[in-house]
């Protein structure tokens, strides 16, 4: 294990438990101490050992030798690549367990085949407590040394509740991390409608913490969102008091930060491949601009001064009854947000996989999403994974795997539509919080609409840039240029 900290620590002592022998490798003397002094606490202390250098730590292995990486995304990988280059031998097994970029994960395949050094890019799922007790994982590389480390991986994965390890091959080259990637850009669409929806419950609506968590309970128990990892996670964190008995809630400040301090590089990816692979996908890059904009507090307050608090978010007055109704709209407009970021991260990775021939196994990324990640949702994983088994011929995705044309995704956008609707233009007159949930609505508008403003977009891209434009009546065809131009104003 090369890379001690909370993840590759965590991951260590999972191994160990399940009989693994850990050998121990990180530039922090004591981060590795400390680590072996927690397995000493678990009666590990056997199956873990530290080392010093490279050449020592190669010495300790059997062969295949297999390096299990924790480390920053970036460099961080390729300068311990090239440390090891001297001690490396046919068909040692490199497993990447960083959230590393993808194209680096290819880029270091291709340095190392020559030497028939073997690359496994793996995202690992589920934070430093799965990381733990049993993340979900999905590897992607070549099937040789798949076949090689998928034991040792079913071992210590998160299990279903049929007993499925959420671990599986998910394609060659850089699929693994890219899959992963997108999970990442998933997450943070679904905990932006989440948070938008704890904010219009505790300022809109004025309950308290300990109400909002036994709605979110309600929610996690029962329909749409039943087993959603996101909202029982929400439940627990409103309920958590401190030492003096207040809410530890209360107490954190509304900014996000990863983007910008460089510890977290999958959100801006995954928008930047959603956008290079022209698919739409709002609800997840909304997800990103408000993290990027709560990060810098300072600048915040700087632009509230400017305004003179003119967006103060108001209270929603409802009667009891009248409320009930809307906290069950809310519910839905929250189910409809994560199934679209579903949909939308999906569609990136079916547009990818076609661009990089990963042959990607999409049922596989259902399984392994079942249980030990954070997007993980059992009603969301019963609705999407009959719709990718290759059994089933009712509702088939091919050639193209866009989840729109689905007829069981349609029917739960449709049903979800008119409690979003309802939810966000209450929320826009209370001048509450909500880009996912709004980008969501709007999504779900244009994405089935054949009379879009666009219209009007088009005419004047011609009107000034001669960019051409189909006429009415043509067939739709594909996305390319229009064969015809009007001369609107003499040049």
Not at 26 to 34: A, G, I, L, M, R
Not at 211 to 226: H, M, P, Q, V, Y
Not at 450 to 460: G, K, N, R
């Amino acid at each position: 294990m090369i890379g001690c900290g909370s993840m590759g620590g965590g991951m260590a002592l999972l191994f160990a438990e399940h009989g693994v022998t850990v050998s121990l490798e990180d530039p922090s003397e004591e981060t590795v101490q400390s680590l072996i002094e927690t397995g000493k606490k678990a009666g590990l202390e056997s199956k873990l050992a530290k080392h010093q250098g490279y050449e020592e730590l190669c010495k300790s292995l059997d062969s295949p030798k297999v390096f299990v990486l924790s480390l920053p995304h970036g460099t961080v990988g390729d300068t311990v690549v090239d440390g090891l280059k001297p001690y490396l031998e046919k068909g040692d097994i490199f497993i990447d367990a960083s959230n590393e970029n993808w194209q680096n994960t290819q880029r270091r395949q291709g340095k190392l085949v020559a030497q028939g050094v073997y690359y496994v890019g793996m995202g690992v799922s589920g934070g430093y407590q799965a990381a733990r007790r049993g993340p979900s994982m999905c590897p992607g590389g070549e099937d040789k040394a798949l076949d090689i480390v998928l034991p040792l991986l079913q071992k210590v994965a998160a299990k279903a509740e049929d007993g499925t390890s959420c671990v599986a091959k998910i394609g060659t080259g850089g699929a693994g991390h890219y899959v992963k990637m997108i999970h990442n850009g998933i997450e943070h669409g679904m905990m932006s409608a989440i948070s938008e929806a704890w904010q219009i419950m505790a300022m809109c609506l004025g309950m308290g913490y300990d109400a909002i968590s036994d709605e979110f309970d309600r929610w996690n128990s029962e329909g749409e969102l039943k087993g959603t990892f996101l909202i029982s996670i929400g439940a627990q964190i409103c309920r958590q008091r401190e030492e003096h008995h207040k809410h530890v809630l209360a107490t954190v400040q509304d900014k996000v930060v990863q983007d910008i301090d460089g510890s977290e590089g999958t959100g801006i990816w995954s928008n930047t491949e959603a956008i290079r692979l022209h698919i739409p996908s709002p609800t997840l890059s909304t997800a990103h601009f408000i993290r990027l904009a709560s990060a810098d507090r300072a600048q915040r307050i700087h632009v509230k001064d400017t305004f003179k608090e003119h967006f103060k978010t108001d209270q929603i007055t409802h009667s009891a009854e009248q409320r009930t109704a809307f906290l069950e709209d809310l519910r839905l407009a929250v189910y409809e947000a994560c199934l679209a970021s579903y949909i939308q991260g999906m569609n990136i990775i079916d547009a990818a996989n076609r661009e990089n021939k990963w042959s990607i196994d999409f049922p596989n990324i259902m399984q392994i999403w079942r249980a030990g990640c954070i997007i993980q949702s059992l009603a969301i994983h019963a609705l999407l994974a009959p719709i990718y088994d290759p059994k089933n011929k009712s509702d088939a995705l091919s050639p193209n795997r866009n989840l729109l044309y689905s007829h069981p995704i349609a029917n739960e956008l449709t049903k979800g539509f008119d409690p979003l609707r309802r939810v966000v233009a209450r929320c826009v007159e209370a001048n509450a919080v909500i880009p996912s949930l709004s980008a969501t609505l709007e999504f779900v508008k244009y994405s089935g609409n054949t009379v879009l403003p666009t219209q009007f977009y088009e005419a004047e891209l011609d009107y000034f840039g001669k960019h051409m434009f189909d006429v009415k009546g043509e067939p739709a065809g594909k996305p390319v240029t229009g064969k015809h131009h009007f001369e609107w104003k003499p040049a």
